[in-house]
Every structure is written in C-alpha cells, then in structure tokens.
C-alpha cells in the first residue's frame, strides 16, 4: 500500500512551535511533489503549503505565509512542515498528500493528489 505517514501533531500553547513530517512508504519519494492540508471540524480541507519535488519551489496559504515552512531532505525522502507561531486557528488534522510530478510544479488543489496520510491532529489552545 503506498501511502504518506505523518507524524509529529499535538497539542500547544498559542505562539509554540510544532514540526510535523511527512514520509512515504512504498514511493520514491523524491519523484513526488507533496502538499499539506489540514481540515477543521465542520470546515472543508483546506491547502496549506507544497513543495515541487526537488524542494526548490514552495507555495503557502496566505494564512499561513511567514509563520510556516515547507522543506524536505537531502534525500527528498521526508518532508517537514515547520510551524511557527502558531493560532487557535490552527488547530485542525493535518494531511499530507503526494503526486507524481515533474521538476518545477507545485500544486495547491487537493484533488490533484493521488496520495494522502491518515492525518495527524494538531490543537493550539488559547
């Protein structure tokens, strides 16, 4: 089953930090282009950032624009999701999503994807 596995969620103070991670079992990773998207209870996925598949083009939500960091390894074999400064707001399940890609492209639009995590929970308290 190829499939993303996140971790590193949880729960924080609002203005704490959180890295979340992204690697995939069963894909050569470094092929794919990854997002992150996170869904609120009773509100749509939304995008949150994406990296093209060689991590040298990254796009964020305007949310989320200066206080998240999208990157990945050397290796391309795990991405991070860096998240600084974090809001109530925030608090959300998490996703990452993988998709066969070429260099240079990033996506933002979640049906786009061919892969996704299990999703990992991330509350921020005020």
């Known amino acids: 089953q190829v499939q993303p596995v996140e971790s590193g969620g949880g729960s924080v103070q609002a203005g704490g930090s959180l890295r979340l991670s992204c690697a995939a079992s069963?894909?050569?990773?470094?092929?794919?282009?990854v997002g992150w998207f996170r869904q609120a209870p009773g509100q749509d996925r939304e995008f949150v950032a994406a990296?093209?598949?060689?991590?040298?083009?990254?796009r964020y939500a305007d949310s989320v624009k200066g206080r998240f960091s999208i990157s990945r390894t050397d290796a391309k074999d795990t991405v991070y999701l860096q998240m600084n400064s974090l809001k109530p707001e925030d608090t959300a399940v998490y996703y990452c999503?993988?998709?066969?890609?070429?260099?240079?492209?990033?996506?933002?639009?979640?049906?786009?994807?061919?892969?996704w995590g299990q999703g990992t929970q991330v509350t921020v308290s005020s």
């Open positions: 999503a993988a998709r066969l890609s070429v260099p240079g492209v990033v996506t933002t639009t979640a049906p786009t994807y061919d892969y």
């Open positions: 990296t093209s598949r060689s991590g040298d083009r990254v």
């Open positions: 069963g894909l050569t990773f470094s092929r794919y282009g």
